[in-house]
């Protein structure tokens, strides 16, 4: 908190760690942050009050500096980015991708000439730029956001199997890079699979549904939970869902409770363009049940489980695809 009268009043409040999480796995005793004031120039005096907001953590800080200079600061919101609509796409499903990123100037002084570009590469070619597009936004003030403002032009993806990246990069012209200009991110097009999670084998710690146990025993009550992805189908004429690929964290081997994992397939059609999958707009076109057991399951982490079409009750139709 920053005062401007000794004291008595204290009008600017900045939070200094709130994108730290809570229990780090390990310390970071030599974390350093730095703050823009804005509005200070020729202040002649100023004071601080650094306020715990807690319970029973803490928090420590050392070695305040204070620097007098008016600098602009331009950066890519690390919580509002746009990537790919899905991680994992099959090639005959590639289908264009909008682009939009929230950016704010940190800085206490404005920012001239601020350009955000956005680029895909293909790593397996070199790092070959596929494309390159720019959104201009003029000025930034000192401690200005600018949020929701996509890109004129949207741009779709080469239907060749492969890992590609892209990032947001901010610019102006006093701040041309830095460690906060940059958004990046990734997507794959994969022969045939859809997913928004990586395997075990590309990210730590691993994509797993919850620990079985906690959710499914609760005394003699019996509870659930679910989870599920939403994929847009481009070309859906003559295809079917073959299968659907999930995990459970914990080992089969201790799963003692009795259980299933239901998965069904439903059709949304946005009839109302209200981008919620309201129960009228979806329909349910396919589905499957497995027991949890480890006589039949083999590999906890990763179950492949075939999705059949309904018969005339709305239940599994074992062998016929939808």
């Known amino acids: 908190m920053v005062s401007r009268d000794g004291g008595a ?75 790919a609509p899905s991680l994992v796409v099959p090639s005959s499903q590639v289908s264009e991708m909008a682009f939009l990123a929230d950016v704010s100037n940190v800085g206490n002084g404005n920012a001239t000439n601020v350009k955000l570009d956005v680029v895909i590469t293909d790593p397996a070619n070199g790092n070959a730029e596929l494309v390159k597009l720019t959104n201009d936004y003029g000025n930034l003030t000192a401690g200005a956001v600018q949020e929701n403002k996509p890109f004129a032009e949207t741009w779709t993806p080469p239907n060749v ?70 994929y847009h189908i481009k070309n859906g004429a003559n295809l079917t869902v073959d299968k659907v ?11 003692s409770e009795t259980g299933f994992i239901n998965v069904d397939v439903y059709e949304w059609v946005d009839e109302d363009g209200s981008n919620e999958c309201s129960p009228f707009e979806r329909v349910k076109v396919g589905t499957n049940a497995i027991f949890l057991d480890g006589n039949v399951i083999e590999n906890a982490r990763n179950i492949e489980l075939p999705i059949w079409a309904l018969d005339a009750e709305g239940n599994a139709n074992e062998g016929v695809r939808g």
């Open 245 to 255: 690929r999930f995990g459970i964290r914990n080992d089969i081997a201790n799963v």
């Open 9 to 83: 009043t204290w009008p600017d409040t900045v939070q200094i760690n709130a994108e730290l999480p809570n229990n780090p796995p390990t310390a970071t005793p030599t974390d350093r942050k730095r703050v823009a004031l804005v509005g200070y120039k020729n202040t002649t005096q100023v004071r601080f009050k650094f306020e715990y907001v807690g319970n029973y953590y803490y928090w420590a800080i050392d070695d305040v500096v204070l620097i007098n200079e008016a600098k602009a600061d331009v950066k890519v919101n690390e919580n509002f980015y746009a990537a």
């Open 161 to 230: 199997v492969g890992t590609y990246n892209g990032a947001y990069v901010i610019t102006a012209t006093e701040d041309v890079s830095g460690t906060n200009n940059t958004g990046a991110f990734s997507f794959q097009v994969s022969e045939n699979t859809y997913a928004n999670l990586l395997s075990e084998d590309q990210v730590t710690p691993a994509n797993y549904l919850g620990y079985v146990l906690d959710p499914w025993a609760v005394g003699d009550e019996v509870t659930y939970y679910s989870a599920g992805n939403i």
